[in-house]
């Protein structure tokens, strides 16, 4: 059974390295095809297990994708570490220009900043999860997508739309408060075990502490409520709100709930 190991680990290895390398090279790396319609379309990985009442747990590709980086195995990932790993992915394209290749790395780097989500130069395994579903996104983006969205700085669907929809006291942050207030209004039910959800969601998503969203940690919340709602067997298509689209005004959903 041993000898079957280092077989299992270089497997693992490879799917990490084409998650990482599918966000900018084009890797050849095959997506599941979201079964949802535009609201939760660029959260399209394999979901792990996730129980009412607690956190979500880390989707398992995320915690491989951490394990492949940390190259140290010291918890964390810095910027030395995650870029070694992308020169490898890198590598994989021989037929890439000098060029390319440098606007690779540039990339990538941008990358795992968008990724620090509270700004330490190290990423954690919940800012490694980040990283493993902006870049599914990204990958997804490249094949097609819906194209009716803003885009951000790095080409995926805008959450600001939906965030500065949330966010009524206009301090350019979502609270608590204003987060459940935003799934309450769009959800097609509401109960504690719902409410119980978001606010793990919420707690998760909010890496900086502090109980105040910033931009990316509000892409991060959004993602992980697509897998609170699979627990929960809520489908998302049955919201009203839609967290990559636009809204008219906070008016329009008040008339609507």
């Known amino acids: 059974a041993n000898s079957s190991l280092p077989a299992l680990a270089a497997m693992a290895a490879r799917r990490c390295a084409a998650l990482l390398a599918c966000a900018w090279l084009g890797h050849a790396h095959r997506y599941t095809a979201p079964r949802r319609g535009a609201l939760f379309w660029a959260s399209a990985a394999v979901t792990a297990p996730s129980v009412s009442g607690e956190a979500p747990a880390p989707r398992q590709g995320a915690v491989e ?13 810095d910027l030395n570490e995650y870029l070694a790993r992308a020169r490898e992915a890198i590598d994989e394209k021989p037929e890439m220009s000098e060029e390319d290749r440098g606007n690779a790395l540039a990339r990538y780097t941008r990358l795992f900043t968008r990724s620090d989500l509270d700004g330490d130069g190290l990423l954690t395994l919940p800012e490694c999860e980040y990283l493993s579903f902006i870049s599914t996104g990204l990958g997804m983006a490249a094949r097609g997508g819906p194209t009716d ?11 600001l739309p939906t965030m500065e929809f949330a966010d009524v006291d206009r301090d350019g942050q979502v ?6 207030n935003l799934i309450k209004a769009g959800a097609p039910r509401w109960g504690p075990d719902l409410q119980e959800s978001v606010d793990d969601v919420f ?10 969203l910033n931009p990316n940690e509000f892409q991060f919340a959004m993602y992980l409520l ?3 709602l699979d627990a929960l067997g809520v ?22 709930s």
Not at 149 to 155: A, C, R, V
Not at 235 to 256: E, I, M, Q, R, V
């Open 149 to 159: 969205h803003p885009k951000d700085d790095l080409g995926l669907p805008s959450v």
């Open 203 to 212: 707690d998760k998503a909010n890496v900086r502490g502090g109980g105040l």
């Open 65 to 77: 994708l951490f394990r492949h980086l940390d190259r140290n195995q010291d918890g964390v990932i």
């Open 175 to 180: 609270s608590k408060e204003e987060f459940r």
């Open 226 to 228: 697509n897998d609170a």
């Open 235 to 256: 489908d998302a298509d049955d919201f009203k709100l839609k967290p990559f689209g636009k809204h008219s005004s906070a008016s329009d959903s008040a008339t609507d």
